[in-house]
Structure formats: C-alpha cells, structure tokens
C-alpha cells in the first residue's frame, strides 16, 4: 500500500524523463518508509476555526471506509482446509458488489466533512467539490456494475468471478460498461485528471489543506487503498480476477491489479485536468444516459438470448 | 451465510485499530507548539477575510437531489439484476416503467438547467 | 384494470411535466386544455368502474371499491374546476402553466391513491406524494414574500405531521403486527381493547391526521398558509388535501381501527367542538377574506369530523349514519369552497392583493352575476335552506342526535349560527356599501364557467340532495 507511493513517484518519473526518488534505500525504496517517519514526527496543526471533534474525526472515517471496502474482493477461489470452508478472501459476502459500492460511498463523508470542519475557503470549496464529484460518479459506477450484475446474476464478488471463470471476462461482454467504469473510478478516487478537489493550482491543496501530520497521511493513504480497491474491482468484475492459467489466484489478481494501477499512474501523468463544469456536464449529460442505455441494452439481450 | 461477516467484523476493526493506534503513535512523539497566528485559516500570505462557513452555491443542493433520486433508481437496480432471470419479461416491462418515469424527471431537470453547471 | 383513472392522471402529470419542458413559453396556456381533458378522461374511467366488485391492486396495497370511486370524484371534479380558476389568475401573475398543472396531477394522484390505499404503507406514501406536490403549490409565486412564507411553514408543519403520523402507523403496526387495513381490524377484533398502547396509537394518528386537515390544535399552519399561496392552489388545498385526509382518516380508522371506535368516539367529539368553536369565533376578527376563508375551512374540518365521531361501523347504509353524512358533506363543502376561492381568484385577478373586504364594495353593482353567485356560497356555507351546505348540516346533526351526542349537535348548530356573522359580512359588503373603484374584472371563459358549475351545483345538490346522498351511501359499502 506504501509503495504504491514509491511506484507512482518512479512511474511518473521516468514519465516524464526524470528518475524519481532513488536515493533512500536501493533504486528508492525506503522512501516511503522514510516519509512515513517524517508525518509521524510533524507538528499536527489544528486551525483555531476548526471543529473539535470532526477535524480529527474525518481523515479517519477516509480511512476506515476505504480499508473496511476492501474487504469483500476475492483472492482466491474457496478452498476447504480440514473440512472448513476457507474463502478466498477476507470474506465472501452473497452482497459483496452491494456492499463494497456502500461502504465505499461512505468515504465521502471525510472528504466533506474534513473540507468543512476545516474551517477554511479552500478546505470547504475543495470539500464540496469532491462531495458533489463522489456523488455524481458514484452513480455511473452503481449503473455500469448493476449491468456487470445483471450478466452475472449474483452480487457475490466470487460469483462473479466463478462466471467469469468458466466463460468469456466480462470486458467481452460488457466493454461499455468497463469504459464507464474506468471513467467513474478515476473520478471516484478523485485522481488525475479528474483531481478537482484537490487541484493545487486554484484550491491550494482542496479539501486537506489544513491538514498536516499524520491526520494528512490518512487521507493521503486513503486515496492509494481505493485506488488499490477500484483496481482490484476492475480486475474483478471485468477480467476474471484472481481465474488465470499456471498461476495461483493470488498472482493473478496482482498482476492485473497492477497493471490498472500503471494506467491511474499513466493517466496522471499524460492528462490535463478538467474543468469542472465539464467534470460534471461529463457525468451527467453523457455517461448517466449511456449507463442506462447500456443497462436496458443489456436487459433486452439477456432476456432474448436466455 | 452470516459467519462471513465475522471476518468483515475483524477486517473492520482492525481498520479501526490501525487508523487509531497511528494516530496514538503520532500523538505521543510529535511536537506541539500551537501559536495564534499559525492556528490561522491557510490563506496565501494575506490574513483571511470572514468566515468559511458562508453561504454556498444552491446548485449543489439541486445536485444532491437528482443524486438522491438516481441513486435511489440505482439500489432497486440491484436486486432486479440478481432475480432477472426470475422475473422474466415481467421484470423488464415493470423496469422500463420504472427507469421511463425517471427518465421524464432527468430530461425535465436538464430541460429547466439543473445540469448546467455554469 | 383496477387503477385506470390513476394510471391516466400518472400519464397526464407526466406529460405535462415534458410538454412544460419543451413548449415555447407562450403556448404553455394551451396546457389548460390538455389538463381539462385528461382529467375529464380518468372521470370518466372512474365513474365506469362505479359498482363492480371491490378490487385490489399492487399485492393488495391498493384496492378499488365505491368508496374509491366516489373520492376519486371528488378528486376529479376538484382537479377540474381548479384547472377552470386557474388560467386568468396564473397569467395576471405570470405564474409557470406547466408546473402549476403537473404538480396539481401529482397532487391529485396522491390524494386517489390515499382514497384506494388499503395499507399502511401505501396510505403513508400516497399523503406524501399528495402533500409534497401540495408545499410546491403553495410556494409557486417563488418571487413573493408571502407564497414562500406560506410553502416553508406548510412544509415543515406538515413533515413534522407526516413523523407523527407514520410513528402513529408504526405503533399501530407494532400492536398488531399487520400493515394491511383489514387484517389489523381482524386482530383488534379478537383481542382486548383497553390497551393502554392503543390510546396511544390514537393519539399519535389523531395528531397526524389532524394537522392534515387542520383541526383545532394542529391547525396553526392554516390561515398563513392559505393567505400566501397563490389562490387557485389555496382553493385545490382547502378542498383537495383535506378530503383526501378524511378518505385516510376513514380507511384508518373506520377500516382498520373501527372495532376501537367507542375509544375514540368521544375524542373527536371533542376535537370537532374545539375546532369549529375557535375557528369561527376567530373567523369573525379577519379583515382578509383568504384568511377569513381559511378560518371558515377550519370550521369546516369541524363539522365534518362530526360524521367521524358520529360514526357506528357496520351501520353503514343507515339513513343518518355518521360516515355518509361525512361524504356527503365532503362532497357539499367542495363545491361551495372551490366556487368561494374562484370568485377571490377572480377579483384578485386584476388587482395588486384584492384580498381584502373592502376590494368586495358594491361588487353586486359591478358584477351582478359574480356577486349573486359569491352569495350563493357564502349561504351555502352558513348553512341555509335549501342550498346544499343546509343539507350537508341537517345530515351531520342527525347523526349526531342518532348516536347520542345531542350536545354534539347542539354545539354544532350554534356554531352555524355564529359563522353566519362573518359569512353575511361578505354580501352585506358587496350589496350595501359603495365605492369609487372602477377597476375591471377579469374575463375569461374558464372561470365564468367553473363558476357557472360551482353554483349549479351548490343549488342542486341541496335541491335533489337524494341522488347524491344515495352515491355517498353506496360508497360506504366497503366499509
């Protein structure tokens, strides 16, 4: 998860003809660990304006959402160690899809609630942003799943997986539904080059500008765990997660995982980032139609062909 | 199969855990000292004029609205997907109805500007 | 088809919810028309379906009986003469067609349903989507001061009612363990009534119904409410909401509570004494006629609630019974209000306010037909032989006098005669003083003729009150 850090940084480095952290550590990787040391050991400002008990509170609940999402993706297929079922995961939830898009939408809550206990302009316009950027792109992230769902017929991330498995990944099957998708996770996550919420260059740094230290950290963590889960999601419902020929699931999953992540980093790297009057005309004048296009598309062929 | 919650319980608490122990572990070695002109909003090198929690822009009421609205559509959606099959012709008729009237409140809100976002 | 005249009125609120969003600004007028025409349609389906076999709906969330077909009148017809008001006062103002039609639709969708529903669940989703069409009614003139006033308070009152009403709902379902009307009468029926938890549950149900249809401690929201919205939606809501209140009023608690009705029998006794006591005593103070006209719909409540506590289940086809007195004079009460509030639409429409008496001087000499007929009503109203307002009382009294609250009846003839002082204050005004205002009246064909049918029938229904006595009666049956 820390690395995901040291292998941004080096991507987007030799992305741009540079090298990237290398000096800490061999080719760099103790940076992070270094970086970690030094949050620890920052002052932890909190602004006279600020709420007692939501600026503290925010960066966590950030955290404690996109930690507690990740819990339902599968690694594995279930194993049976001494008779007793072993999922291949954390846990394998009949509603997993239902409760990782819940359980993911309540990140939003420290993203807003840290921009407006901030107690600062910057803080609350970068709160609101990525409230009402979370909202929008959620909703386009729901409909391209509900039709993920619909061609698998269960909720369950194994499932999904399981139908994938035995037939063609639904990148096949579904590709409007991955393209939209891809879009709404970048979004979601709040990355490149749909960082609005964060965007240095007018917000100062959005919704943590008041934030330092460690509570900083948080947040900053918390975005690389749902870019990790969004990846892991992709890789998931779209090729086939952890199913793969010679390898074990495990490896499977990493590789695919990894290479969704290469894309976040890529993405980062190449694109400009949005107006936000196009941000949300995109998602509301063109993605919400085409989801629902898709997903009445998708009805009127499963009920034909099944 | 509602042992599988016991490890989204631990998964969850352990989150919980990390998130708090770190911020224990920071507590207890970082510096503190606080002083008024540092507790100050950021505000690039010019002292801050009024106060945040100002009034602000109703659009992103309107937004939460048709969010509420959509995403609401979208939680029914879930379980239709699931029982498709079961539901046959039925659940597509019934489901167009329901999307068909949805669609007549987006296409009014877009109509009247609730999108445009400039 | 079950629910037909709902499905045609779903269609038409959505329809005129996309021509609104499309069609140029000054073809929005020819919505009227459109408006006229579905309403008329579902009638028709309606009356159609008068006298088949009760049917339900939805899993049995939603049936369809007499009972349902005469509230569905009374919606339509509602829904009919206030589309007639309407146009001369919106363009004056310069109000949105469109809006003002679909929410109307809407509205008038969630008061048939409050009327079919044969559940909890269904009644409780029907007042909400009735009442939230109903708070944007009342807020449509958004650039005056007042309307919004009105909206606001009619809004947070009434979602604060809607809490009461649905933990009301939630205890009701808590002791018996039913949603469904029928069956929750089925388990109050076999079990013990001196629950304490079902005094309860009456409370809480009489204190969310009763804001709903303003009885006296709830009814605060009331006259401010009425002055400020735009009149043709004070009109709908002083007719519409409130009748579809006492349709959820009956289906609670005749339907589904009628085995506890000697627990709450003497409660709305009491309600409707208070009610009608206080609003007419304050009615007489008012110097703006909406708000003198609010007070009067309080009044009204008051009667009508009458019929309720009046009310002996299973007695239903009785010639005096409580529960089609109350019809009837729901269905007396819509004509005489809806053609009271017109002819205030119809002086306003002119005018900066033209809300107050003084705007009504000598208007017997300006506009002989408009002042015959606002006479017309406000007797009506006071209750005299042989309009249709006298019949509607007589029934009420009897059936009080029937079911021995004789101080019930009493109490309500006194009242009649006190709401008479400010109802003949309205034609002493428009006969017996002058004025030097030369200010035009509005004409348009609309209103002319919604007022034309508004006197008719407020004459008729007294003249030949048989007939439409005879249509509450059979609308009771389901009971």
């Given at each position: 998860?820390?690395?995901?850090?040291?292998?941004?940084?080096?991507?987007?480095?030799?992305?741009?003809?540079?090298?990237g952290p290398n000096r800490v550590g061999i080719g760099?990787?103790?940076?992070?660990?270094?970086?970690?040391?030094?949050?620890?050991?920052?002052?932890?400002?909190?602004?006279?304006?600020?709420?007692?008990?939501?600026?503290?509170?925010?960066?966590?609940?950030?955290?404690?959402?996109?930690?507690?999402?990740?819990?339902?993706?599968?690694?594995?297929?279930?194993?049976?160690?001494?008779?007793?079922?072993?999922?291949?995961?954390?846990?394998?939830?009949?509603?997993?899809?239902?409760?990782?898009?819940?359980?993911?939408?309540?990140?939003?809550?420290?993203?807003?609630?840290?921009?407006?206990?901030?107690?600062?302009?910057?803080?609350?316009?970068?709160?609101?942003?990525?409230?009402?950027?979370?909202?929008?792109?959620?909703?386009?992230?729901?409909?391209?799943?509900?039709?993920?769902?619909?061609?698998?017929?269960?909720?369950?991330?194994?499932?999904?997986?399981?139908g994938q498995a035995n037939g063609l990944p639904y990148?096949?099957?579904?590709?409007?539904?991955?393209?939209?998708?891809?879009?709404?996770?970048?979004?979601?996550?709040?990355?490149?080059?749909?960082?609005?919420?964060?965007?240095?260059?007018?917000?100062?740094?959005?919704?943590?500008?008041?934030?330092?230290?460690?509570?900083?950290?948080?947040?900053?963590?918390?975005?690389?765990?749902?870019?990790?889960?969004?990846?892991?999601?992709?890789?998931?419902?779209?090729?086939?997660?952890?199913?793969?020929?010679?390898?074990?699931?495990?490896?499977?999953?990493?590789?695919?995982?990894?290479?969704?992540?290469?894309?976040?980093?890529?993405?980062?790297?190449?694109?400009?980032?949005?107006?936000?009057?196009?941000?949300?005309?995109?998602?509301?004048?063109?993605?919400?139609?085409?989801?629902?296009?898709?997903?009445?598309?998708?009805?009127?062929?499963?009920?034909?062909?099944? | 199969?509602?042992?599988?919650?016991?490890?989204?319980?631990?998964?969850?608490?352990?989150?919980?855990?990390?998130?708090?122990?770190?911020?224990?572990?920071?507590?207890?070695?970082?510096?503190?000292?606080?002083?008024?002109?540092?507790?100050?909003?950021?505000?690039?090198?010019?002292?801050?004029?009024?106060?945040?929690?100002?009034?602000?822009?109703?659009?992103?009421?309107?937004?939460?609205?048709?969010?509420?609205?959509?995403?609401?559509?979208?939680?029914?959606?879930?379980?239709?997907?699931?029982?498709?099959?079961?539901?046959?012709?039925?659940?597509?008729?019934?489901?167009?109805?329901?999307?068909?009237?949805?669609?007549?409140?987006?296409?009014?809100?877009?109509?009247?500007?609730?999108?445009?976002?400039? | 088809?079950?629910?037909?005249?709902?499905?045609?009125?779903?269609?038409?609120?959505?329809?005129?919810?996309?021509?609104?969003?499309?069609?140029?600004?000054?073809?929005?007028?020819?919505?009227?028309?459109?408006?006229?025409?579905?309403?008329?349609?579902?009638?028709?389906?309606?009356?159609?379906?008068?006298?088949?076999?009760?049917?339900?709906?939805?899993?049995?969330?939603?049936?369809?009986?007499?009972?349902?077909?005469?509230?569905?009148?009374?919606?339509?017809?509602?829904?009919?003469?206030?589309?007639?008001?309407?146009?001369?006062?919106?363009?004056?103002?310069?109000?949105?067609?469109?809006?003002?039609?679909?929410?109307?639709?809407?509205?008038?969708?969630?008061?048939?349903?409050?009327?079919?529903?044969?559940?909890?669940?269904?009644?409780?989703?029907?007042?909400?989507?009735?009442?939230?069409?109903?708070?944007?009614?009342?807020?449509?003139?958004?650039?005056?001061?007042?309307?919004?006033?009105?909206?606001?308070?009619?809004?947070?009152?009434?979602?604060?009612?809607?809490?009461?009403?649905?933990?009301?709902?939630?205890?009701?379902?808590?002791?018996?363990?039913?949603?469904?009307?029928?069956?929750?009468?089925?388990?109050?029926?076999?079990?013990?009534?001196d629950n304490p938890l079902l005094l309860m549950t009456?409370?809480?149900?009489?204190?969310?119904?009763?804001?709903?249809?303003?009885?006296?401690?709830?009814?605060?929201?009331?006259?401010?409410?009425?002055?400020?919205?735009?009149?043709?939606?004070?009109?709908?809501?002083?007719?519409?909401?409130?009748?579809?209140?006492?349709?959820?009023?009956?289906?609670?608690?005749?339907?589904?509570?009628?085995?506890?009705?000697?627990?709450?029998?003497?409660?709305?006794?009491?309600?409707?004494?208070?009610?009608?006591?206080?609003?007419?005593?304050?009615?007489?103070?008012?110097?703006?006629?909406?708000?003198?006209?609010?007070?009067?719909?309080?009044?009204?409540?008051?009667?009508?609630?009458?019929?309720?506590?009046?009310?002996?289940?299973?007695?239903?086809?009785?010639?005096?019974?409580?529960?089609?007195?109350?019809?009837?004079?729901?269905?007396?009460?819509?004509?005489?209000?809806?053609?009271?509030?017109?002819?205030?639409?119809?002086?306003?429409?002119?005018?900066?306010?033209?809300?107050?008496?003084?705007?009504?001087?000598?208007?017997?000499?300006?506009?002989?037909?408009?002042?015959?007929?606002?006479?017309?009503?406000?007797?009506?109203?006071?209750?005299?032989?042989?309009?249709?307002?006298?019949?509607?009382?007589?029934?009420?009294?009897?059936?009080?006098?029937?079911?021995?609250?004789?101080?019930?009846?009493?109490?309500?003839?006194?009242?009649?005669?006190?709401?008479?002082?400010?109802?003949?204050?309205?034609?002493?005004?428009?006969?017996?003083?002058?004025?030097?205002?030369?200010?035009?009246?509005?004409?348009?064909?609309?209103?002319?003729?919604?007022?034309?049918?508004?006197?008719?029938?407020?004459?008729?229904?007294?003249?030949?009150?048989?007939?439409?006595?005879?249509?509450?009666?059979?609308?009771?049956?389901?009971?």
């Open positions: 998860m820390a690395y995901m850090t040291w292998f941004e940084r080096r991507v987007i480095g030799r992305l741009q003809v540079r090298l760099g990787l103790l940076q992070p660990l270094a970086d970690a040391l030094k949050l620890f050991f920052k002052e932890d400002v909190r602004p006279a304006r600020a709420d007692r008990i939501l600026f503290p509170l925010a960066p966590a609940i950030s955290l404690f959402a996109a930690l507690a999402a990740f819990a339902v993706i599968p690694f594995g297929p279930t194993t049976r160690i001494a008779g007793v079922e072993v999922p291949g995961g954390i846990a394998n939830l009949q509603v997993g899809l239902l409760y990782l898009v819940g359980i993911s939408s309540l990140g939003v809550y420290g993203l807003v609630l840290g921009g407006w206990s901030s107690g600062s302009k910057y803080s609350l316009i970068g709160g609101l942003r990525a409230a009402a950027q979370v909202v929008s792109y959620e909703l386009i992230l729901g409909l391209a799943l509900v039709s993920v769902a619909l061609v698998a017929g269960t909720l369950s991330l194994e499932g999904v997986v399981g990148v096949i099957l579904q590709p409007v539904a991955f393209l939209l998708y891809l879009v709404a996770a970048v979004a979601e996550t709040n990355r490149a080059p749909f960082d609005l919420p964060e965007a240095d260059t007018e917000l100062v740094a959005g919704y943590h500008t008041e934030y330092g230290g460690m509570r900083f950290a948080m947040f900053f963590i918390a975005e690389y765990v749902n870019v990790i889960t969004v990846s892991a999601l992709a890789a998931t419902m779209f090729f086939a997660g952890w199913s793969g020929p010679f390898l074990p699931g495990p490896h499977w999953l990493f590789i695919k995982m990894l290479a969704f992540l290469f894309l976040f980093v890529w993405l980062r790297a190449t694109l400009p980032r949005l107006r936000y009057d196009q941000l949300m005309r995109l998602s509301w004048s063109v993605l919400l139609p085409l989801a629902l296009i898709n997903l009445l598309a998708t009805a009127v062929v499963v009920a034909v062909t099944r | 199969m509602p042992t599988n919650y016991i490890g989204i319980g631990l998964f969850i608490l352990v989150g919980m855990g990390f998130t708090g122990a770190t911020f224990a572990a920071a507590a207890l070695i970082r510096p503190s000292n606080p002083n008024p002109i540092k507790l100050e909003p950021y505000e690039c090198g010019v002292p801050g004029v009024g106060d945040a929690r100002d009034r602000f822009h109703i659009r992103y009421y309107v937004l939460a609205m048709l969010y509420l609205v959509f995403d609401l559509e979208v939680v029914f959606l879930y379980p239709w997907a699931v029982q498709y099959d079961k539901l046959g012709l039925f659940g597509l008729m019934e489901m167009l109805v329901f999307v068909a009237i949805l669609l007549i409140g987006y296409f009014y809100a877009w109509k009247k500007g609730a999108l445009d976002w400039v | 088809m079950a629910v037909l005249p709902e499905v045609v009125v779903t269609v038409l609120a959505m329809l005129l919810l996309l021509l609104d969003a499309v069609l140029p600004e000054h073809r929005k007028s020819g919505l009227t028309w459109l408006a006229l025409l579905g309403f008329v349609v579902a009638g028709a389906f309606n009356l159609y379906q008068w006298g088949s076999p009760a049917q339900s709906a939805y899993g049995g969330m939603v049936g369809a009986d007499n009972f349902t077909v005469f509230f569905n009148t009374l919606f339509l017809a509602t829904a009919i003469l206030v589309v007639l008001m309407a146009p001369a006062y919106l363009r004056e103002r310069a109000l949105p067609f469109g809006e003002f039609y679909s929410l109307l639709s809407f509205a008038v969708l969630g008061m048939m349903f409050t009327a079919a529903s044969t559940d909890l669940i269904s009644l409780f989703v029907s007042i909400e989507l009735m009442v939230i069409a109903v708070y944007i009614l009342a807020g449509l003139a958004r650039r005056e001061k007042r309307s919004n006033e009105a909206s606001l308070k009619y809004f947070l009152l009434g979602a604060f009612a809607s809490a009461i009403l649905v933990y009301g709902m939630s205890w009701l379902y808590g002791i018996t363990g039913q949603t469904n009307l029928a069956k929750i009468a089925g388990v109050l029926k076999a079990t013990s009534l009456i409370a809480l149900l009489a204190v969310g119904v009763g804001f709903k249809v303003a009885l006296v401690p709830f009814h605060a929201w009331t006259p401010d409410a009425y002055e400020g919205a735009p009149t043709p939606a004070t009109a709908f809501m002083s007719v519409g909401p409130k009748a579809a209140a006492f349709a959820a009023l009956l289906r609670i608690f005749i339907s589904a509570m009628g085995p506890a009705q000697p627990d709450y029998s003497l409660l709305f006794a009491i309600l409707a004494v208070l009610t009608m006591t206080l609003a007419n005593v304050v009615a007489i103070q008012q110097n703006n006629i909406k708000r003198m006209l609010a007070y009067s719909s309080i009044a009204h409540s008051g009667y009508i609630l009458v019929g309720l506590a009046a009310a002996q289940p299973g007695a239903g086809s009785d010639q005096v019974a409580g529960i089609p007195a109350l019809m009837f004079y729901l269905f007396v009460y819509t004509f005489m209000t809806l053609g009271a509030f017109a002819i205030v639409a119809y002086v306003q429409a002119g005018q900066v306010t033209g809300e107050s008496f003084d705007d009504y001087r000598a208007l017997g000499r300006r506009a002989p037909m408009t002042a015959i007929a606002m006479t017309l009503f406000m007797l009506s109203l006071t209750g005299v032989p042989p309009l249709a307002g006298f019949f509607g009382k007589a029934y009420l009294i009897l059936a009080a006098v029937h079911s021995g609250m004789a101080w019930l009846a009493v109490a309500m003839a006194v009242n009649s005669a006190i709401s008479a002082y400010y109802y003949l204050r309205v034609v002493v005004v428009m006969y017996m003083s002058d004025t030097t205002e030369r200010v035009p009246l509005y004409r348009s064909p609309f209103i002319h003729s919604m007022l034309a049918v508004a006197s008719l029938a407020t004459f008729f229904v007294g003249v030949f009150a048989d007939p439409f006595l005879r249509f509450a009666q059979g609308a009771t049956l389901g009971f």
